[in-house]
């Protein structure tokens, strides 16, 4: 497969636009926000990271006329039987805000010892070449546990709870390079460009 000279990204965070664009550099495409045609979000109605991801990179493939590249992501919690998962963005509702679903998930988890707060980010990377493509999929996580407490300024969502044990600091205190170099959507995204590279020509 020849990779194409532009690829829509199912998103519009800067954050994932940069570190794609970054991880892409080798093969010469050029990676452009599905905010740029003013695309709105799809409806994430599946049930697992891997529909929503195809889900999401379908719409913008269908929506640009361009290849596209989606991800979908959560955490999922031991003690909670691998919840939020896929309803981790709302766990507090529909309008939840990143503080809403952090509460709910520390009043959940209130009074469970630290060795039982188990949990891992997972994220799934989906590349469509078009709107009726077969998917290529990629998945990467990453362990911790969740603390008692916020710590730290940076990230997004629950970042502030989420503890590397190899750091030793919550994700919300890395900078964002080591972020990247651990994280979930990291791996995933470097797993789906390493596919991309070994099938382009």
């Given at each position: 497969m020849k990779l194409p000279a532009k690829i829509v990204m199912a998103s519009g965070n800067a954050g994932k636009i940069r570190e794609l664009r970054r991880l892409l550099e080798h093969l010469d495409v050029v990676v452009v926000p599905q905010s740029d045609f003013d695309l709105s979000a799809a409806d994430e109605t599946g049930t697992t990271f891997e529909e929503n991801a195809i889900i999401k990179a379908r719409h913008a493939a269908a929506a640009t006329g361009l290849p596209a590249i989606a991800d979908d992501s959560g955490l999922l919690v031991d003690f909670l039987d691998g919840r939020p998962g896929v309803y981790s963005a709302r766990y507090a509702g529909a309008t939840a805000t990143?503080?809403?679903?952090?509460?709910?998930?520390?009043?959940?988890?209130?009074?469970?010892?630290?060795?039982?707060?188990?949990?891992?980010?997972?994220?799934?990377?989906?590349?469509?070449?078009?709107?009726d493509a077969q998917p290529l999929l990629a998945n990467g996580s990453w362990r911790g546990r969740i603390l008692s407490e916020c710590r730290g300024e940076g990230g997004f969502g629950y970042d502030p709870v989420f503890h590397d044990p190899q750091s030793g600091k919550t994700s919300a205190q890395l900078t964002a390079e080591e972020k990247n170099a651990r994280s979930h959507r990291g791996q995933a995204l470097r797993a789906l460009v390493k596919a991309l590279g070994a099938t382009a020509t």
């Open positions: 990143d503080g809403d679903n952090i509460n709910r998930l520390l009043n959940e988890l209130d009074g469970v010892a630290q060795d039982d707060r188990g949990a891992e980010f997972h994220c799934v990377a989906c590349f469509l070449l078009h709107a």
